[in-house]
């Protein structure tokens, strides 16, 4: 084979590969998207169904430093009929994370965000706060900064009345509980009353 052969060969080839490579970049997300759909939640959780209805009311975004406050105003909405998904609940072994925990904001309602010394400092949580906020900004669906330490509050999360739980007693729980739950019937009535 003479140079000049060899030359058109590899850019012959070169071409080939730079064409399959553009090719499959616009179908990449499509793939991914279809993929995270089949594997990101578990058999045991529901997945939403095609209408796009969810299955929970409320996504809560959290620092595991607060699991213990979190586990207890969980337990509170839980008893005051509120569905409740928290990032430990889709995590299972061999699921990938942020695909688990992606669907299950998707699969959510709305959102509360727990802010605390540690969670304004997770980054994992201000991932979380960032979906969370576009998705009340861009749908409508309500958003809960619950404040359980003195923090700093993002700009877009100071434009949300707060519930504060920085006094943790019993009664004040059951108090910010009920609030939260109310909260979140009403906007749903909300959400009923504007899609008829």
Same mark, same amino acid.
Request: proline residues 5%; hydrophobic residues 50%.
């Given at each position: 084979m003479d140079m000049a052969g060899f030359a058109l060969t590899l850019i012959g080839t070169l071409a080939g590969i730079a064409g399959a490579y553009f090719a499959w970049v616009p179908l990449r997300g499509q793939i991914s998207r279809r993929r995270a759909g089949r594997t990101a939640v578990p058999a045991s959780l529901p997945a939403a169904d095609q209408a796009g209805d969810v299955n929970h009311d409320v996504f809560v975004s959290y620092s595991h430093d607060d699991a213990s406050l979190v586990r207890d105003l969980v337990e509170h909405l839980?008893?005051?009929?509120?569905?409740?998904?928290?990032?430990? #609940?889709?995590?299972?072994?061999? !699921?990938?994370?942020?695909? =688990?925990? &992606?669907?299950?904001?998707?699969?959510?309602?709305?959102?509360?965000?727990?802010?605390?010394?540690?969670?304004v400092a997770s980054?994992? #949580?201000?991932?979380?706060?960032? !979906?969370?906020?576009?998705? =009340?900004? &861009?749908?409508?669906?309500?958003?809960?900064?619950?404040l359980i330490d003195d923090v700093p509050l993002p700009e877009f999360a100071r434009t949300r009345y707060y519930s504060d739980l920085r006094d943790r007693t019993g009664e004040t729980l059951g108090r910010r509980a009920d609030e939260i739950a109310e909260a979140l019937r009403a906007a749903e009535h909300r959400s009923r009353m504007g899609a008829q």
């Open positions: 839980g008893c005051r009929g509120v569905g409740v998904v928290l990032d430990e #609940v889709v995590m299972r072994p061999g !699921v990938p994370l942020v695909h =688990a925990v &992606e669907q299950a904001i998707r699969d959510a309602a709305h959102g509360l965000l727990v802010f605390s010394k540690a969670s980054g994992w #949580v201000t991932n979380e706060y960032y !979906v969370l906020m576009q998705r =009340a900004i &861009e749908t409508g669906q309500l958003f809960i900064p619950v």
